[in-house]
């Protein structure tokens, strides 16, 4: 990898506390407790070596997409899209790899139950997107 160049190269989400990358369609995600329901979203990243420790600052930004209803979920109830202002760092970027697991807690699990859903990150650096990285479609069902 070029000493300069980022990039996201995975992913994908899990049950809470999971560890290991749900089933495509997430039957349960979590489990799901009447309306409520929790998993993780999962990225996962790499940076070159002068990059990857400049302190320079980034933005992650992570949001979902509903495919049946065509619109960002994101709602007070359920919160699916964040956005992290962090710092290249040795200890985040370069240890291996980058890996940020991002909790999410739905408390209106009938609004978007049974829709066709997925992630997209972007990692924009010095006013340009560096990468971007899409999940895989996935619904949510009880």
């Known amino acids: 990898m070029n000493p300069n160049h980022s990039q996201l190269i995975r ?9 290991v ?15 409520i329901a929790d998993f993780e979203v999962v990225i996962e990243g790499e940076a070159g070596t ?11 930004a992570l949001s979902a997409i509903d495919l049946t209803d065509v619109n960002n979920p994101n ?30 807690t739905l408390n209106d699990v009938p609004s978007v139950r049974g829709d066709m859903l997925r992630y997209m990150a972007v990692l924009n650096a010095q006013n340009q997107v560096d990468s971007s990285i899409e999940s895989e479609i996935f619904t949510l069902t009880q």
């Open 11 to 19: 992913i994908y989400t899990q049950k809470t506390n999971g560890g």
């Open 50 to 60: 002068v990059l990857g420790d400049s302190g320079a600052p980034y933005t992650l």
């Open 75 to 104: 709602s007070a109830a359920n919160v699916f899209t964040h956005t992290f202002n962090e710092a290249w760092t040795k200890a985040l970027w370069l240890s291996p790899t980058y890996r940020k697991v991002v909790k999410v």
């Open 21 to 35: 990358a749900a089933a495509p369609d997430l039957t349960p995600i979590g489990g799901t407790v009447g309306d």
